[in-house]
């Protein structure tokens, strides 16, 4: 029986965590680590990555359960990028800004559809307000909603929110740092915008 393809790349992205020094990694990310795991928050919920597997897990409901294939690949990246702790621009840009990309596998245009991740929320805004805050996003005035949700506490991302009018469908957009590729690899972001979807579908 042919293995999910998914699970094998991120069974190879563990592999490949496994060589680098954890003990440097979270001095120059100023994280927690004792003999089990490394701790971080990932969009207000505690995570750990587990020291002899590499497993990426979450706390839910009090308990630690693996982490999803986006989230795991998008922590294997971060923490292992050769720039090390993000330092920010401050600025905020499209995805489609990100057009310098070397060797990238991923063309066209971003696989979050505006349009299509705006629909749970164009009749009920006030549940996309209590979805990011629960998520820790910080409003902000910009559109009509807007929340910068600390996808980690480094790495910050912008959700923007327009409710439809006459000519346009409500849109659901994800701004990011015009630095964030120095520290994500362009694949990656992808793997954070569904996990930043996803956990808000949850929220």
Same mark, same amino acid.
């Given at each position: 029986m042919m293995r999910d393809?998914?699970?094998?790349?991120?069974q190879a992205a563990a592999r490949t965590f496994l060589t680098y020094d954890i003990e440097k990694i979270a001095q120059t990310f100023g994280l927690a680590l004792n003999? #089990?795991?490394?701790?971080?928050? @990932?969009l207000n919920t505690p995570h750990r990555l587990l020291r002899g597997?590499?497993?990426?897990? *979450?706390m839910q409901d009090g308990a630690w359960t693996p982490a999803g294939f986006n989230a795991a690949l998008t922590v294997y990246d971060l923490l292992t990028n050769p720039n090390g702790r993000p330092v920010l621009a401050h600025e905020w840009c499209a995805h489609t800004s990100f057009h310098a990309v070397q060797g990238? #596998?991923?063309?066209?245009?971003? @696989?979050?559809?505006?349009d299509e991740s705006a629909r749970p929320y164009e009749k009920?805004?006030? *549940?996309?307000?209590?979805?990011?805050?629960?998520?820790?996003?910080?409003?902000?005035?910009d559109g009509d909603f807007a929340s910068v949700l600390p996808a980690f506490d480094c790495l910050p991302v912008l959700l923007r929110f327009w409710s439809a009018d006459e000519e346009f469908p409500a849109q659901l957009q994800l701004l990011w740092d015009r630095n964030t590729c120095r520290y994500l690899r362009y694949e990656t972001t992808f793997y954070l915008s569904g996990e930043i979807l996803r956990r808000l579908r949850d929220a």
């Open positions: 393809n998914y699970e094998l790349q991120r003999e #089990t795991a490394l701790y971080f928050p @990932m597997t590499a497993q990426v897990e *979450r990238g #596998t991923v063309s066209g245009s971003l @696989m979050i559809h505006p009920d805004l006030d *549940r996309l307000r209590r979805a990011c805050a629960h998520l820790g996003g910080r409003e902000i005035t």
